[in-house]
Nanobody, 121 residues
Framework: QVQLVESGGGLVQAGGSLRLSCAVS????????MGWFRQAPGKEREFVAAITWSGGMTKYADSVKGRLAISRDNAKNTVYLEMNSLKPEDTAVYYCAADTVVTRRGTYDYWGQGTQVTVSS
């Protein structure tokens, strides 16, 4: 299995920056890609960004393009979400997820516990 632990969340002012980290352990060789999702109170969980584990190809939600960047360091088994020009609407619990061989590509089989990001006006 794969274990994911997010960190780096906190309170920032609008326009500020924050970097989230996701420590990955377990059967990392089974990973197709990693994703970041977020969920605001009263809203559905939404896709933020994804990256393939081997090739580093990325995909972003339109709402975060140009502001948030996903990256990974395979040697350190860590995935990052660099967040810049943060907006109050970015406030949410951010989750790291792993897309593995357990299911078809494009679905996420393992999830972290989440880390809170709060952006004040």
């Amino acid at each position: 299995q794969v274990q994911l632990v997010e960190s780096g969340g906190g309170l920032v002012q609008a326009g500020g920056s924050l970097r989230l980290s996701c420590a990955v352990s377990g059967r990392t060789f089974s990973i197709y890609g990693m994703g970041w999702f977020r969920q605001a109170p009263g809203k559905e969980r939404e896709f933020v960004a994804a990256i393939t584990w081997s090739g580093g190809m990325t995909k972003y939600a339109d709402s975060v393009k140009g502001r948030l960047a996903i990256s990974r360091d395979n040697a350190k088994n860590t995935v990052y979400l660099e967040m810049n020009s943060l907006k109050p609407e970015d406030t949410a619990v951010y989750y790291c997820a792993a897309d593995t061989v357990v299911t078809r590509r494009g679905t996420y089989d393992y999830w972290g516990q989440g880390t809170q990001v709060t952006v004040s006006s």
